[in-house]
Structure formats: C-alpha cells, structure tokens
C-alpha cells in the first residue's frame, strides 16, 4: 500500500482522520489487550445474567451500566426486593459493565471503529488510491491483513495484497 500520509479529509461536513496502515496496526496491540479483557467479561456479564434469569429475576442493562432487576413472575419491583444474592450479582454486573465500557472507550481512542464486539472486529478508516477504504483487524490477527471498500459490508474483507497488486 504506497499511501502512508495521514490524512484529515472533511467528509460530509465531519473532519474525519484517516490512518495509514502502520498508523492503524501501531494500535493493534492495544486493541488485541482491550479485546482480550472484553471477551473475559462477556463471559461473566453473561454467566451472571443466567444465574439472575434462572433465579427470576432477569437483569436488563443499559448504555450506562445500570443495571435494572425486573421479575419474571412480578414486573413491579417496588413491593419486595429481590434477595441479598440478586443484588449482590447485579453489582457485579454493573461493575463488569462498566469495565466493557472503559474497554471500548480504549479502543476507539485508537480510531478504531468496532463493526463486532462478538467476534472482534475493528475497522481504521484510511484513504487507498483517492477513495475511502477501511482497514480491518479481527481478534487474534497479529496485524491489519484486510479492507474493504467505504461503504461495504464487514462480509466482504479483501487481502491487503489486492491493494498492492493495484498500486504496480
């Protein structure tokens, strides 16, 4: 890939930076560290979700962290508490949640834009012949090894070498 300026370009009245591919995989080992976390908490988020939902009391969470009990037998929850174990467990998940947080927040301080938290996927932005493309890294790669075209779908990941092959 010969393009290795950074570049600013405005697009669609929004400054978007664009990376080059030493730029992006310069941040790989952050990502990879951050992801290596998250898969660990998702793991708990939905262990501690089960135990909640097999006891009847099913935890919904939202952007922020907060953790809200319902039960499957009684929506209003104002009447009763839930036991001691539910709350402590909701705890925990508020804690785990708030942890994927700041591990996200890491990530896209890179520029990394996540395409899939399941598998893993993250996309740098960066500009190959003139035109917009993404750069594209999946969990338990050692460096960028795939794009795609600006407005593709994270199905259609082509080779870095195909860029090469249309710089010769």
């Not at 370009?9 to 992801?35: C, H, I, P």
């Not at 969470?61 to 104002?78: F, G, L």
């Not at 593709?152 to 710089?167: K, M, V, W, Y």
Request: glycine share 4%; with cysteine; hydrophobic share 40%.
């Amino acid at each position: 890939m010969r393009n290795h300026e950074r570049r600013d370009v405005d697009d669609s009245s929004q400054l978007r930076r664009y990376y080059t591919l030493a730029e992006a995989n310069e941040n790989v080992d952050v990502v990879r560290r951050s992801f290596d976390i998250i898969m660990q908490l998702r793991t708990q988020a939905k262990r501690l979700h089960d135990r909640m939902e097999a006891n009847g009391y099913p935890a919904v969470v939202d952007d922020e962290a907060q953790v809200r009990i319902t039960s499957v037998d009684d929506v209003d929850m104002d009447d009763e508490p839930p036991p001691p174990v539910i709350l402590r467990w909701a705890g925990m998940l508020r804690a785990v949640y708030a942890a994927l947080h700041t591990e996200i927040s890491d990530i896209q301080a890179t520029g990394g834009v996540i395409k899939d938290i399941e598998t893993g996927f993250v996309d740098w932005p960066a500009v190959h012949g003139g035109r917009a493309i993404w750069l594209c890294w999946r969990y338990g790669e050692i460096e960028i090894a795939h794009w795609h075209e600006d407005q593709a779908q994270s199905c259609t990941h082509r080779p870095l070498s195909e860029l090469e092959i249309e710089d010769a």
